[in-house]
């Protein structure tokens, strides 16, 4: 079982705005994979599904960014993932990388996310897989909070969908041939 976590915030408020990159890729995981993520469970909307031949859960937690590994933790003790390195995949925003980069990582920092420091803090760990989506703007930030909870731009919006199905083709390629293949060719 793998369990692939979209960080984000919860409400229609939220939906559309940089900081629920995560969100926006687990749908269209969702959708690729004809997934229903709407079955509530550890503070989180989840569906069960068979991606490129692995089971897999897809999760949403509805906990708010900060507070997201609280939803994490429960998910991985519910369903007793024994290798959470492997098993664990989160997918975030990363206001540090250029706008549409995709890097992946088996394990590291929480590089001052709080939605990935709220999950290292929760599970005592940070050996687990994370696919980072930048969304670094052009100009310097006077305001980054503000920022990542806007709505993306329209010129970033025309981009998004391009950049939603590497990102999906990124979390396929490590469920079919792990971790540093899938670096190799999307890093």
């Not at 709220?118 to 980054?144: C, K, M, Y």
Request: net charge positive; aromatic share 4%; proline share 3%.
């Amino acid at each position: 079982m793998h369990l692939i976590v979209g960080l984000g915030n919860p409400g229609s408020e939220y939906e559309r705005t940089r900081h629920n990159v995560g969100f926006l890729l687990v749908d269209k995981l969702a959708v690729d994979a004809n997934v229903m993520v709407k079955r509530r469970e550890c503070r989180s909307l989840v569906g069960s599904g068979v991606i490129e031949g692995q089971r897999s859960k897809l999760v949403k937690p509805q906990t708010f960014m900060n507070l997201s590994g609280e939803a994490v933790a429960c998910l991985i003790a519910k369903d007793e993932l024994a290798e959470v390195g492997k098993s664990l995949i989160v997918i975030s925003d990363d206001l540090a990388l250029p706008f549409g980069t995709i890097r992946l990582r088996a394990r590291g920092s929480a590089g001052g996310h709080n939605g990935l420091k709220s999950i290292i803090a929760a599970l005592g760990t940070n050996e687990f897989i994370r696919l980072r989506i930048g969304i670094q703007p052009v100009h310097p930030l006077s305001d980054a909070k503000k920022f990542v909870l806007d709505e993306f731009a329209a010129v970033e919006r025309r981009a998004l969908k391009e950049i939603l199905e590497r990102g999906a083709d990124a979390v396929r390629l490590v469920l079919r041939d792990g971790i540093a293949k899938a670096m190799s060719l999307y890093n």
